[in-house]
């Protein structure tokens, strides 16, 4: 839950925020200005923000005039404050100007036919524009209307108020004047701006010399939902992340009741392991604070089901190719209606796949040669039942590897550093697969012991030899020597 921080303030104290900022305290800010006349300071101990997103920016707005800022020095954690400033707290003021009236107001007399105040009409005769004004005021006493005979304008206006133009006849001509209504906006403060983080703010007042001193600090806990799926009996581990708070945690508490997952903080309280302990959808809610009081709360959605059975499923593809797997529904009591892949990190570099969660089928598809990647596949009916397949997916390449090389006659070499990219367990078998095609032009004499093939020139010609390699899983991989 984010609390709304106002600051604390005094008699002589104001402080607002114009951002969508959320803050709150017990004191209100109507209560004074931040600096009183007479250069006395007097800040609140701290002021407390919190931001919907970390890279954003807390707007603290202070009742310093834009154009007295200069009369004041600001540092933050020891340094000249330097994150911008900028006007707020901004007043609305209307205008009229007067500039195409007949005589600009000194031709006189006029009749103001018409002005609307909240839906409410005036009218009077006026000779000269302080007349007017006088008259304005006593309609609209909280207007505070001025003339600003420099610039022909009528300023004023209360915060609240709807304005409208004026009409306005001259009576020795009849001519009719309209006087548009303007708007303009006074920045009445001065905002800086602070980050995420923990600010120590310096205020000193450069004709006084009279200083004072606020922390700021400024949080962004965001709520954070994560789900997971488990079979009973299985446990797994979620660390949280504090990033969001500016001081050091001192508290994480699960607020949520007992389910049928079961909770429990580990490592100092960072992380939290959870266990499988019945059928259905067990939750955790767990609130982190820290030293300042902020808080962060995530939340952990554990499905908890039955296992039907665990079992492996392997396919061999070659580059390009692909299949489909599917599980036969019969093994399950309840009708299927769910399947995800609980170890989609294992599969995506030399093949993957993707859920059929119509069919309850699996698509797998070679990505690149050569190597095996794994899902693993869980299908669950409506009863919480269900099943685990971990499937092996293995790309081989694309037909046998080729060996080349030129011997003079009577010379005798070996060659040991076979590509065995397709096989997956260990060797059990080398032979060679052509024998017939060898013997005329070179020998070829086979060592399975080192993996090794030690060849001899007997004549000049070519000869090959198909040297096959079989593994304990039944794969099988083949090197062509032409010699």
């Known amino acids: ?14 402080f607002a925020v114009t951002l969508p900022l959320a803050f709150s305290t017990n004191y209100s800010a109507s209560e004074g200005p931040l ?24 707007e ?49 007399p ?51 108020n709807t304005y409208q133009d004026m009409t306005i006849q001259v009576v020795t001509t ?20 602070f ?19 606020v922390f700021v600090l400024v949080a962004c806990p965001n709520t954070e939902t994560n789900d997971f799926s488990l079979l009973v009996g299985q446990d797994d581990v979620y660390c949280f992340d504090f990033s969001e708070l500016p001081g050091a945690v001192t508290s994480v508490v699960n607020i949520c009741g007992e389910t049928v997952v079961g909770f429990q903080l580990v490592n100092s309280n960072t992380c939290v392991e959870f266990t499988g302990m019945g059928v259905g959808e067990g939750n955790g809610c767990f609130v982190a604070c820290d030293e300042y009081n902020f808080c962060d709360t995530t939340y952990l959605n554990v499905q908890s089901q039955v296992a039907v059975g665990f079992n492996e499923a392997s396919a061999m593809l070659l580059p390009g190719e692909s299949g489909q797997w599917c599980i036969d529904p019969a093994i399950f009591p309840g ?74 006659l009577n010379e005798e070499t070996s060659f040991c550093d076979f590509d065995l990219s397709n096989l997956q367990g260990t060797v059990t078998a080398m032979i060679n697969g052509c024998p017939d095609q060898s013997g005329t032009a070179v020998l070829y ?15 000049e010609g070519k000869d090959t030899a198909c040297i096959y390699f079989s593994d304990d899983q039944a794969f099988m991989d083949t090197t062509l020597m032409i010699v």
């Open 110 to 160: 006029y009749i103001l036919q018409s002005w609307d105040i909240n839906g409410s009409s005036f009218t009077t005769t006026f000779n000269s524009i302080p007349e007017l004004v006088d008259s304005m005021n006593a309609w609209d006493p909280m207007g505070n209307w001025t003339q600003d005979a420099g610039n022909l304008l009528i300023s004023g206006g209360a915060e609240g």
């Open 335 to 408: 009708n299927l209606d769910t399947i995800f892949n609980y170890c989609p990190e294992s599969s995506g570099t030399y093949a993957d796949v993707a859920l059929d969660e119509d069919n309850f089928c699996v698509d797998y598809f070679a990505i690149q040669s050569a190597g095996t990647d794994t899902a693993c596949i869980v299908i669950c009916d409506d009863l919480a039942n269900c099943d685990t397949t971990i499937f092996y997916l293995t790309v081989n390449r694309d037909g046998p590897a080729f060996f080349y090389d030129t011997l003079y």
């Open 195 to 213: 980050g995420f983080g923990v600010h120590e703010v310096i205020v000193t007042n450069n004709n006084s010399g009279i200083s004072d001193s």
């Open 1 to 14: 839950m984010k609390k709304n921080i106002l600051p604390f303030i005094s008699t002589l104290i104001a």
């Open 445 to 459: 004499d086979i060592d399975p012991v080192a993996g090794c093939v030690d060849y001899t020139a007997l004549a």
């Open 174 to 193: 009849g001519g009719i004047n309209n006087l548009a209504v303007n708007t303009t906006f006074v920045a009445q403060g001065t905002a800086i701006n």
């Open 35 to 58: 600096f009183a006349t007479g250069n006395f300071l007097n800040l609140p101990d701290t002021l407390r923000y919190e931001l919907d997103d970390c890279s954003e920016t807390g």
């Open 60 to 108: 603290v707005c202070m009742d310093i005039l834009l154009n007295d800022i200069s009369d004041y020095q600001i540092t933050a954690n020891g340094q000249p404050y330097a994150n911008g400033i900028a006007g707020c707290k901004n007043d609305t003021t209307y205008f009229y100007s007067y500039f195409q009236l007949f005589g600009q107001g000194n031709l006189g």
